[in-house]
């Protein structure tokens, strides 16, 4: 007997809500791709040297954790028909993570070939794809996505990302969500680093990005910000009430200020928590609060609105598997995650009928069982052991007149 012979059927029982599309790519196929496309690759050029250089193994800060993208994006930035694949990718690993429903998000500036200096893309024009327009990596990643849903059956939407510091982006962005939001599209973030940024440069320098999102609520387009993970806690709050922040990407810089917490916490706010990420962004290590416990602890004893979610792990090196199982090994139960996944799905930015569907089909995945007791019968059984039988109660109906007998 095969002890060791994997389940025929998982359910589909997860929702995550914070990953980044380009930050979820294959090792295989950034090595594959490079090698096809005559990039340099680490180390001895191997698929194994390949995997070291992208990997972060010890926490630093937001810049030494991004650096790896660098190594990898040329290969993908401009080829529609690698966006594609990525993306469908993507669909079958959520998938065989027992994902149920995901929200991945991305930047298309980031995608477009006049991102990057000429030199670092030498075969941006593969396939003759020489004027890629952000709607064509948009359509692209939408083309892989749908693929892979029809395959595996895991629904997948998309968040565009505006990046701090590329104002003249937003509004572009913006344009995108309005126009793709019955294509897949379902919101919008602010991605970036905040560390540097105090609230009076935020206030002057990011008053432009306010709008986008202040025009983004009045189209009744989605919002999360990344927030709260490099930046101190009063970043949390601007992202709230200056960019009408739904979610909150990461967020754990917020219980620095008590006040704020308890502000997120009556406006149910929702906190993407990706652990691993966490840690290895120094984003932990740099908290300032008495208690040095991960900030998932405290929102999972307060019952705040968090989900669970992997970031990058083309990154981390890991996948929404292992981040339950660490969260585990810090104490959380399986209560804990499941309702982690059902506040997932709650704030998830699907439609209503659809986030119905899909709370309906965790209930399903889970074996929530609706239990109605019988009802109660009209026979009881005596002390001695004989059943009587009891009449029901006839109805006490008392009026004084006729008239008053309606």
């Not at 149920?100 to 030199?119: D, G, I, K, N």
Request: charged share 25%.
């Amino acid at each position: 007997m095969n002890f060791n012979e994997p389940l025929k059927h998982r359910p589909k029982s997860r929702v995550e809500l914070h990953v980044h599309l380009d930050g979820a790519i294959r090792h295989e196929t950034i090595w594959e791709v490079m090698r096809q496309k005559g990039l340099s690759l680490p180390g001895n050029g191997s698929l194994t040297d390949l995997k070291e250089a992208l990997q972060v193994h010890e926490p630093k800060d937001l810049a030494h954790f991004l650096h790896a993208f660098s190594i990898f994006m040329p290969a993908m930035i401009g080829d529609l028909e690698v966006l594609e694949r990525i993306s469908y990718e993507f669909v079958e690993d959520q998938a065989r993570e027992s994902v149920a429903y995901c929200e991945a998000r991305f930047s298309p500036h980031l995608l477009l070939p006049s991102h990057q200096p000429a030199a670092s893309h030498p075969n941006s024009s593969i396939n003759g794809q020489k004027d890629v327009q952000l709607e064509d990596i948009l359509e692209a990643v939408l083309r892989g996505l749908t693929r892979g849903e029809q395959q595996f059956g895991t629904k997948v939407r998309v968040i565009l990302c505006c990046i701090r510091g590329h104002t003249d982006w937003s509004w572009e962005v913006l344009r995108l969500c309005e126009e793709y939001r019955d294509r897949g599209v379902v919101g919008i973030d602010m991605a970036g680093d905040e560390g540097s940024n105090n609230e009076e440069k935020v206030l002057e320098k990011d008053s432009e990005d306010v709008a986008v999102f202040e025009a983004a609520k009045e189209k009744g387009i989605h919002r999360t910000i990344h927030s709260g993970e490099a930046g101190p806690a009063k970043c949390v709050k601007m992202a709230v009430e200056l960019f009408g922040a739904e979610r909150v990407g990461h967020g754990y810089h917020v219980l620095e200020d008590e006040e704020v917490y308890k502000m997120c916490l009556q406006e149910n706010i929702h906190f993407e928590v990706c652990p691993h990420s966490s840690y290895l962004t120094g984003a932990i290590q740099s908290l300032s609060c008495s208690s040095k416990r991960h900030p998932v602890l405290r929102f999972a004893e307060d019952e705040a609105s968090f989900s669970i979610s992997s970031d990058d792990p083309t990154v981390t090196g890991t996948r929404l598997s292992d981040e339950y199982k660490l969260l585990v090994s810090w104490g959380l139960t399986e209560a804990h995650l499941t309702r982690a996944n059902f506040q997932a799905a709650l704030h998830s930015f699907l439609p209503p009928a659809e986030k119905k569907q899909l709370i309906d089909q965790l209930q399903e995945a889970y074996g929530f069982i609706h239990y109605s007791p019988p009802a109660t019968s009209s026979s009881s059984t005596s002390p001695s052991g004989t059943r009587t039988s009891t009449p029901p109660p006839k109805p006490s109906v008392t009026f004084g007149t006729w008239a008053e007998r309606s």
